[in-house]
Every structure is written in C-alpha cells, then in structure tokens.
C-alpha cells in the first residue's frame, strides 16, 4: 500500500449535550472541521477531498447530505469533490478507508475526514429505535425494547454455550473503560461517579438492560465529531520539513483491514457453529491489517482502541485479535494485560463505554487516538512510548468491521 500519513486532527467534547445549547449538526461539523484544520496546521485550500462518516443523521436530524457543510464552513472549499459513507457504527472507519483510496491511487495529496453523530435530541427509546436500523428490520430483536443489548445478549449466550463466560470479567472491562475516561478531558463520563458495588449484578446499582448485558456493560449514546487531515508521502514530507519534523515522524496508516457479513446475526452464528470463534472474519480482518503492516501477530503492537458498544464486544475483540486463545479472553482480562498500564493497554482513550460512541465518528476518533498515542500527544491518556498501535470498529452484530494500524518509524 501507499503510505498515508495522518497530519492532524480533532474531537469535540463528548459531554456535550449540542441541543441544549442550542445548536445543531451543522454546527458540530464545523466546530470539530476548523479545529481539526488549524491543530494539522494546514490551509483549507490545501484539502484535496472529503469524507463523511454519519449512520442515522437522517432519523436523529432530519439532515442528509452531510457532506455538502464542507462548503458552508469554508468559501475556499465551495467545490471540493465529497461524499457521505453509512456502514452503522463502523460509517467513521469506512470514510477513511475512501480517503485513503484516494490518496492512494494518486488523485489527491490529501483528504479530510470528519465522523459525526448527532443523537442526545431525543428519548433513550427513541435513540434505541433508530439505532435499531442497522439491524435486519423485521427480521431480528423483533420482540425487545432494546435491540442492540438484546442482540449483544445473544453474543453473549453464545460465549456462555461455546465456552463459558463470567459477570465479574465483562464487569472489569467497563470498570477499566470508565477508569481510563476520568482522564480523557473530552470523555463523556469524566465526571461520574461510581458507587462501590456498582460493577456486580446488583439490580439496583446496576440494572439489567436485556438479558444479561447491565447498564455499566453499555456504551453511551453520544453526541460528538471527529476529524483527520490525511497526506501523501510528498506532502507529508514538505508539512514535515516546513515544522522541522522528519518524516519517520509523523503518523502513518501502516496496516488496515476490512470484512463483511451478512446483516443477520443469527446467520453469522449458525455459518460459525462448531467453530471456536463466534466470528471468524474479525479474525482474518485483524490479520489482513497486521500482514499488511508486515507485523507477525498481534503483540507486535503497543495496544488497541476497539469497538466496546458492549463490554462482550471488547471481550469478543481480545480473543479474535489473537491476543489470547478463542474463549479465553478472561485470561488477560485476570492477568491485567489490557489494562493502562498492562502490556497490551485496550481504550487508554476509555472506549465507547467511557469515553462515548457518537456513531459516526468512532472510527475516526479512534484512529485520531491512535495517531496522539504514537506521537506521544495522548495527554493524560499517553501510554509509555507506543509505535504502533491499532483500531477495530465494528458496524452492526460485527456485520462491517475495520481495523487500521497506525504507527511512526522513528
């Protein structure tokens, strides 16, 4: 692959509640486009394309297009050439995945991506109803409140069936999650507070949801954005040189992979049945990035931003990363291998569960922290010096599922 360089970027706050202020989806993308331009330090001029990763701003906003703001924000880019990508939860990741092909196949020096989700307008049962579209309609969670902790569920069951589960490991996930968040200054849940108790199955300190997935087993319903200016090798070069940086520098898309399935959940189980893994495309997805990264397997990087919509998606994530047998994700959750200071930190960022999962922008917010990691610009959430480290974002019951790695040479 072409390299692709990541210059620079930004997030909002995810605490923000944007109608309540006042202030809607327009207003979010420009917010999160002018701060991702100035912290890259480039010219809107200079941006050759953009991307839009957005899930459901048609149900939450009424507002489609969203790819025609870029305009709006800035004269300059009155006839940029766009484009809107929608893959549910995973929308962000495959926005970047179309700028890296432009990129890529030479058409442009450099991209702009902004994800984007817009979701705290309305009622907890009305969020869940729209989110509920990237699930098969009328074909599954047909008879729930809640369609995606009861799909989750399902997951879950399917552990419990092929090899066993227990509470109190999917219980340390969130509690590491909300942990990691206390010191993300743009994270969702910074500020709560957490009694003792609370990550048991305490009814009453901790609500069932649907099944056996809690309330601190959930990710949050979130507003936010975020954005990525990516590069060519030759204009990161110059953008280097101009800031006396060298180029083994600055961040680059080392690796990526991406897979699909069928939108079914139940069809995914059934094609996997007998299979140590629930879901063996995230595996070959997680090994199509690494060997494109020229890397041996998974502990050659320094940590992972996933997808944890739910604290089994994360657990789902350490077994088919190859991080530890299939059904023994438990064991480096007990051994404190993913935890900040273990030796394969998950979400030092505090994950959808901590830190918020505004749809469509999780993918670049995740690739965003990666790039802070390994540049050491992290903040309080830095790790002890990583190269290199990845993402997986996942759209659906695992349905489109991406994985970028992303690292510097020096």
Request: aromatic share 8%; glycine share 12%; with cysteine.
């Amino acid at each position: 692959m072409s390299p692709v360089y990541l210059l620079g970027g930004a997030q909002t706050d995810f605490a923000r509640n944007w109608a309540r202020e006042g202030l809607d989806i327009y207003d979010m993308f420009a917010e999160v486009l002018r701060a991702g331009v100035a912290e890259a330090g480039i010219e809107p001029a200079q941006i050759g394309c953009g991307h839009v990763g957005n899930f459901v701003g048609e149900l939450f906003t009424r507002q489609g297009l969203l790819n025609g703001f870029f305009g709006e924000v800035y004269p300059e880019l009155n006839s940029l050439p766009t484009a809107r990508h929608e893959a549910a939860c995973a929308s962000g990741s495959i926005a970047l995945l179309s700028a890296m092909r432009d990129i890529e196949a030479g058409h442009y020096d450099t991209a702009c991506v902004v994800g984007l989700e817009y979701m705290r307008n309305v009622d907890g049962r009305t969020g869940a109803e729209y989110l509920g579209a990237a699930a098969w309609q009328g074909r599954e969670a047909t008879d729930c409140d809640f369609p995606w902790p009861h799909l989750f569920d399902r997951i879950t069951a399917e552990y419990e069936q092929r090899h066993g589960i227990r509470h109190e490991h999917l219980a340390r996930i969130a509690e590491i999650n909300f942990g990691n968040a206390k010191d993300n200054p743009n994270a969702q849940t910074r500020g709560w507070q957490f009694p003792v108790g609370c990550f048991s199955e305490d009814d009453s300190l901790n609500p069932v949801v649907e099944g056996r997935v809690r309330k601190l087993d959930c990710g949050q319903i979130t507003d936010g954005a975020a954005c990525l200016i990516l590069a060519s090798e030759n204009f990161a070069r110059q953008w280097a040189s101009d800031r006396g940086l060298q180029l083994a520098d600055i961040p680059r898309i080392k690796g990526w992979g991406h897979r699909s399935a069928p939108i079914l959940l139940e069809h995914k189980l059934r094609a996997s049945a007998g299979q140590p893994l629930l879901f063996p495309h995230v595996q070959s997805m997680f090994q199509d990035a690494l060997r494109r990264a020229g890397m041996r397997g998974v502990n050659d990087l320094d940590g992972l931003e996933t997808h944890d919509c739910f604290s089994v998606t994360e657990y789902m994530a350490i077994d088919h990363s190859g991080l530890t047998a299939p059904g023994e994700s438990w064991k480096a959750i007990e051994d404190g291998r993913i935890a900040r200071d273990g030796d394969f930190p998950i979400n030092p960022s505090g994950g959808l569960i901590g830190l918020g999962h505004p749809v469509g922008a999780t993918g670049v917010r995740m690739a965003l922290d990666c790039a802070r990691q390994v540049s050491g610009r992290a903040g309080a959430c830095q790790l002890p010096d990583p190269r290199n480290m990845a993402t997986f974002n996942l759209g659906g019951s695992a349905t489109t599922c991406v994985s970028l790695i992303i690292g510097v040479d020096a």
